[in-house]
Structures are given as C-alpha cells and as structure tokens.
C-alpha cells in the first residue's frame, strides 16, 4: 500500500513578516511554520535579550541549526569541552538526542535564523510556552511538562 504523501504549497514571507511568539524571553519570528512545510522544517528569526536564552535541553525528534547574524552567544553543549562563543556568521548544529543551551553574552540583542528538521511540533510547543507566559504560568515544572508531550526534555537549574 502507498502511503500518501502532503505536499506542501511554495510561498514567500517579506522581511518583518511571520507569526511572532515571546518563548522564555526570547522573540522567534516565523518564517516558515511545520504546518506550512508539510512537517518538513521549521525556520524562524530569534532576537535575544542580553542575557536570555534557553536552559540545557534535549530534542528526542528533530535536529537544530542556529546561524548568528548579529550579538553573541554562548553555546553548551554535550561533547564539548568547553561551552562555545559565537558570533556574526558562526554556526551550531544540534543533533537530535545530544543536550544544548545557548545564552546571549554580548549587551546587545542578538539574532539568530533557527532551522528545525524535521518538524515535529517545536513550534507548538514553543505556542504553548507563550500562552503560559501570558498567563503568568511559566514556571520551570509547567514548561517541562508541556515540553516533554513534544520529545523535549529541559534540564531544571541546579544553581
């Protein structure tokens, strides 16, 4: 038996266009939704506040890439000896099943283009984050709970 297959329908986003979404801080301006790509990706801008970012964490699903446009961030991330500084024009790839972090360490807002594949509902995830944001339900519980129904788990602070 074949099994059918979506196509998704090609379109083009302008610059400051796309959904946006406050997740723990930090903005993510969609440029391309899994509902839009047939599953296939998700792509969004992050701009980050000095200081934000997002805690240890680990996708079971899908694999991440971030490419820095502007600011600094610092990377933690399982295999390497020591966290990672990027810049303009540095570039993370998060294999699925391997732990990352990031936070921006520069005292400016940082950007940077966020690639999901597949998409596996990262990005609702991240719609139920801002909902529980805008309710003033965002505690670290709530939000680990929320990111596990999506193959997600976030390591609690030990500090």
């Not at 961030?73 to 990352?100: M, Q």
Request: with cysteine; glycine share 10%.
């Amino acid at each position: 038996m074949d099994a059918k297959i979506t196509a998704a329908a090609s379109f083009v986003r302008n610059p400051g266009a796309g959904s946006t979404l406050n997740v723990l801080g930090v903005t993510h301006i969609y440029k391309a939704t899994g509902a839009e790509t047939a599953g296939s990706f998700s792509f969004w801008e992050d701009v980050v506040p000095p200081g934000a970012g997002a805690p240890p964490h680990t996708h079971t699903r899908e694999d991440e890439a971030f490419y820095v446009l502007s600011g600094e961030l610092l990377i933690d991330f399982e295999g390497a000896d020591a966290p990672a500084r990027i810049g303009p024009g540095g570039f993370f790839y998060g294999a699925r099943h391997r732990r990352h972090g990031y936070r921006n360490v520069s005292d400016q807002p940082a950007r940077m283009l966020v690639l999901c594949t597949p998409s596996c509902g990262l990005d609702q995830m991240f719609a139920e984050f801002d909902v529980a944001a805008a309710n003033e339900m965002s505690e670290i519980g709530k939000l680990m709970a929320i990111a596990a129904r999506y193959g997600v788990a976030i390591e609690r602070a030990t500090a």
